[in-house]
């Protein structure tokens, strides 16, 4: 790892404080402000570039990211050099080694796709801090129910889904987990064709074809870096066929 991928960034002055970050995370929720304050005194935050690698698989230490701001994407090496994407997380969630919440990161990489606001715990923290709140650790449950739930319906859709309505599925998958339907006729999915293509398990010129196929169907707009979602239902029912 060069230097650049291990740069900290120190916060603006005006920045929001820790406890600001942390009483927005969907885990704190049900905290008042003085507890989410006493668990900020015990995390500490790191805000880092996009491009930045948080974790490789040389490291071996017990360690829990929360993703308060930004977007990391989680990827293996192939045995030519490949990246091959396992999932892109959002803010919000939690994810690193911590075999006590069932996170396993081993022959992973994680990377920052857009500068983030990562807050850092230990495995001590983990135990006394987050398990030890049964409100906590419900949240945290839920987190890993529905990331499985994920992971498996990504499985199936390798297996019995055709290019078009894996690429279909996954926009609306990503639409929904940062934004929701409601409110919001359009929404814009930030992800590049070659993040898309690995998503999915395609070749990028696939996805870039598939995706062109969606926009001369008026079901999405392309921009540099984002897909605008011009017809959700539309492509809702594409990714069903």
Known sequence: MNASTRTQVSPHKNAPSKQQY?????????????????????????????????????????????????????????????????????EGTIFGQMALLGQILQQKFAEALTSCVLCVMSQDDVENVLLSDPRIAVRITEIMGKRLIEAE?????????????????????MAEDRHGWAGRTRPVVS?????????????????TKILNEFRKKNLVKLGRGSVVILDPAGLGQFAEK
């Open 153 to 173: 319906n990504r499985l199936l859709e390798l297996a019995f889904m055709q290019a078009p309505a894996r690429i279909a599925a996954q926009l609306v998958r």
């Open 22 to 90: 942390l009483s927005t995370i969907d885990i704190f929720c049900d905290l008042t402000r003085q507890e989410v304050e006493e668990i900020g005194s015990r995390t500490a935050m790191r805000e880092v570039p996009a491009g930045t690698i948080v974790y490789t698989p040389a490291q071996t230490q017990e360690v829990l990211f929360i993703l308060k701001k930004g977007r990391v994407r989680l990827y293996q090496l192939s045995p030519d050099g490949r990246k091959l994407t396992i999932g892109t997380l959002n």
């Open 191 to 207: 992800c590049t064709h070659e993040e898309l293509a690995d998503l999915v398990g395609v070749h990028r010129e696939t996805a």
